[in-house]
């Protein structure tokens, strides 16, 4: 199957950490810019990281910086997000998605299913 699976949200309290997983079948990850988008309720959709072909290439909002950071593992064909210092406002449901270009999703070969991350007391 060609897709992208994702796995490692759920809920956090305020503080703590999580590491959303991006893992594909079918298609290489390592030919693709791999993102990850968010949306919050009653918010658009957000760029949040992205590592483009060469892995010291990467990209991070500014809302993110210096506590999230973005990784791939070639052998795994898998790209994490490991989220650090989580806060309230970074609820939201998570997507990955294998692009040409970072945070262009007009060129895109796929979308992962979506993960709730959730941080609250």
């Known amino acids: 199957q060609v897709q992208l699976v994702q796995s490692g949200g759920g809920l956090v309290q305020p503080g703590g950490s999580l590491r959303l997983s991006c893992a594909a079948s079918?298609?290489?990850?390592?030919?693709?810019?791999i993102n990850w988008f968010r949306q919050a309720p009653g918010k658009g959709r957000e760029g949040v990281s992205c590592?483009?072909?060469?892995?010291?290439?990467?990209q991070y909002a500014d809302s993110v910086k210096g506590r999230f950071t973005i990784s791939r593992d070639n052998a795994k064909n898998t790209v994490y997000l490991q989220m650090n210092s989580l806060k309230p406002e970074d609820t939201a449901v998570y997507f990955c998605?294998?692009?040409?270009?970072?945070?262009?999703?007009?060129?895109?070969?796929?979308w992962g299913q979506g993960n709730q991350v959730t941080v609250s007391s």
């Open positions: 998605a294998a692009t040409i270009y970072c945070f262009k999703t007009g060129l895109t070969r796929n």
């Open positions: 079918g298609f290489r990850l390592r030919d693709y810019s």
């Open positions: 590592i483009g072909e060469s892995d010291d290439n990467t």
